[in-house]
């Protein structure tokens, strides 16, 4: 049984197209996540939500708009995609707000941008 | 100065050789650490978490200096499956944010 998926798991897509990544968890966490990892493996925190509040939001542009529907999903939509969103994003999840859990990661999303 | 700065790497080792990874943070409020791993082309999973007096699992044992915001793995006898990428992650004082560092690369050759 997954505990952190993703979909889609890769994502091939032109400038300036909106797109969506979508991540569930059934671990019954109450905070989710969603990280950005650059070419340099740099792994950088974009969103967290707890019980569908957000809680972070680092400095992200705002064509980013996280979306949590129910605490299970934490979802992603990028509008006017750049060359520079190319990434993988991770999903993640934890028992709560308390950094001291573990964070469970999704397989990630792969997203290039041509 | 970066929030957490690993060594830079990569590190090849044989099989069966002892390996140390250190990692300094910024934030003197910090309060949480832990060590993950990420093989290549998935997501980091939690290695272990870092107490203040110190803590193995088997041949790991990760080490905190909070006077110096210093902290360490050790690997005793490596096996080639322990090669990943390692990396050193913080939690911050006040915000509920896990700040991780680049990541170590370890190869263990047989």
């Known amino acids: 049984d997954t505990a952190v998926s993703q979909t889609p798991k890769y994502l091939v897509t032109q400038m300036g197209n909106d797109k969506s990544i979508k991540c569930e968890q059934n671990?019954?966490?109450?905070?989710m996540y969603w990280y950005k990892q650059d070419s340099k493996k740099f792994l950088k925190i974009m969103f967290s939500?707890?019980?569908?509040?957000?809680?972070i939001n680092e400095t992200v542009p705002n064509r980013f708009s996280p979306k949590s529907p129910d605490k299970a999903h934490l979802n992603l939509h990028i509008n006017s995609l750049e060359l520079g969103d190319s990434a993988v994003y991770f999903c993640?999840?934890?028992?709560?707000?308390?950094?001291?859990?573990?964070?469970?990661f999704g397989p990630g999303t792969r997203l290039t941008v041509t | 100065r970066k929030e957490v700065e690993q060594d830079p790497g990569p590190f090849n080792v044989p099989e069966g050789a002892t390996v140390a990874f250190n990692c300094t943070y910024s934030?003197?409020?910090?309060?949480?650490f832990f060590w993950y791993r990420q093989d290549c082309r998935k997501e980091p999973k939690l290695l272990m978490s870092?107490?203040?007096s110190g803590n193995e699992d088997g041949r790991f044992t990760a080490q905190l200096n909070r006077a110096s915001q210093y902290i360490s793995l050790l690997i005793r006898d490596s096996k080639l499956s322990d090669s990943a990428t390692y990396l050193c992650?913080?939690?911050?004082?006040?915000?509920?944010?896990?700040?991780f560092g680049k990541g170590t690369l370890l190869t263990v050759n047989p």
């Open positions: 870092v107490y203040s």
């Open positions: 993640a999840s934890s028992q709560d707000l308390d950094g001291s859990y573990e964070q469970y």
């Open positions: 939500y707890n019980n569908k509040e957000l809680i």
């Open positions: 992650v913080v939690r911050g004082g006040s915000n509920y944010k896990l700040t």
């Open positions: 934030n003197s409020a910090s309060q949480s």
């Open positions: 671990l019954g966490h109450d905070t």
